[in-house]
């Protein structure tokens, strides 16, 4: 069945860095743009970044802008995501999500990972 | 930037109630518009794609309707794995999630 697993979390110094990953399977990974989407505790979800599923496309959150880069490596089948110039409030459970892209949208979010818990502190 | 604004953010509801929560798009989303399920400590969970197509898998008892600006996710007889946050969410220009609502027991 379809997994995905994010890895990476941890705490961390603001100004600091933060690589997560994201490894997926039960799927054809390469078929799927990829997301990350981030939940701050208490709060909703506020989506961060995608990538297309060759890709060739980036697009990010103005608040993650600049800071953030999402990649892929669809010979391995993982998603990451860095995270630079952390600072308190990227403190948030980040998931990773897939989406299945046509002609006429990048679609919804279909399968979720169960999340990994980045704490920005110091 | 398209702003999704839901209500009520907290519903209190008992078994078997009909339940129906309301999400607006600040603008035109056509019919981009999805419906998730949350439960605590849980990643969400999709229930509604388009609008009103029913994810597989997901039981009857939830369906969504609208399009353009007005969205309703309707839950006809609330069962007890019902009680849960629910967030809609437009995917016509980027990706932008309502704030949610909280539907718990009365």
């Known amino acids: 069945q379809v997994q995905l697993v994010e890895s990476g979390g941890g705490v961390v110094q603001p100004g600091r860095s933060l690589r997560l990953s994201c490894a997926a399977s039960?799927?054809?990974?390469?078929?799927?743009?990829m997301h990350w989407v981030r939940q701050a505790p208490g709060t909703g979800l506020e989506w961060v970044a995608v990538?297309?599923?060759?890709?060739?496309?980036?697009y990010y959150a103005d608040s993650v802008k600049g800071r953030f880069t999402i990649s892929r490596d669809n010979s391995t089948n993982t998603l990451y995501l860095q995270m630079n110039s952390l600072r308190a409030e990227d403190t948030a459970v980040y998931y990773c999500?897939?989406?299945?892209?046509?002609?006429?949208?990048?679609?919804?979010?279909?399968?979720w990972g169960q999340g990994t818990l980045a704490t920005v502190s110091s | 930037d398209i702003q999704m604004t839901q209500s009520p953010s907290t519903l209190s509801a008992s078994v078997g109630d009909r339940v129906t929560i309301t999400c607006r798009a600040s603008?035109?989303?056509?019919?981009?518009l999805a419906w998730y399920q949350q439960k605590p400590g849980k990643a969400p969970k999709v229930l509604i794609y388009?609008?009103?197509s029913l994810e597989s898998a997901v039981p009857s008892r939830f369906s969504g309707s609208g399009s353009g600006t007005e969205f309703t996710l309707t839950i006809s007889s609330l069962q007890p794995d019902d009680f849960a946050t629910y967030y809609c969410?437009?995917?016509?220009?980027?990706?932008?999630f309502g704030q949610g609502t909280k539907v718990e027991i009365k």
């Open positions: 990538i297309s599923y060759d890709g060739n496309n980036e």
């Open positions: 039960g799927f054809t990974f390469s078929d799927y743009a």
């Open positions: 603008q035109s989303i056509s019919n981009w």
């Open positions: 388009r609008a009103s």
């Open positions: 999500a897939s989406s299945y892209s046509t002609s006429s949208s990048w679609g919804f979010f279909d399968y």
């Open positions: 969410q437009q995917y016509n220009t980027f990706w932008t």
